[in-house]
Nanobody
Framework: VQFEESGGGLVQPGGSLRLSCVTS????????ISWFRQAPGKEREGVSC????????VYTDSMKGRFTISRDNVKSTVYLQMNSLKPEDTAVYYC????????????????WGQGTQVTVSS
């Protein structure tokens, strides 16, 4: 089982990035996938989750309307479109699964990738 995140980088405030999470070793169709992030010295923070039936959960009000999660099961890939980025969005972003078809926050993340760095700065 592998998760490979990409698409991060340095962007100015107000800019956009699209992160990709390419999965392998399992059938993506059956599972919910989440994005979470972690900034230096801070706790892990849930970003968004998409269920196997495409129901979307956004975990933080500050991200609603700015971040959009989507999935392409044919490409075994989950995306995170991030718009209107702010300096406080700076973090390493990870995709992960709880091995459930639903976005159940009571379950622990079981697998995640190496992450991709997002830096928002002028």
């Amino acid at each position: 089982v592998q998760f490979e995140e990409s698409g991060g980088g340095l962007v100015q405030p107000g800019g956009s990035l699209r992160l990709s999470c390419v999965t392998s070793g399992f059938t993506l169709d059956f599972y919910a996938i989440s994005w979470f992030r972690q900034a230096p010295g801070k706790e892990r923070e849930g970003v968004s989750c998409i269920s196997s039936s495409d129901e979307v959960t956004v975990y933080t009000d500050s991200m609603k309307g700015r971040f959009t999660i989507s999935r392409d099961n044919v490409k075994s890939t989950v995306y995170l479109q991030m718009n209107s980025l702010k300096p406080e969005d700076t973090a390493v972003y990870y995709c992960a699964t709880r091995w459930s078809d639903r976005c159940d926050p009571t379950l622990e993340y079981s697998h995640w990738g190496q992450g991709t760095q997002v830096t928002v700065s002028s």
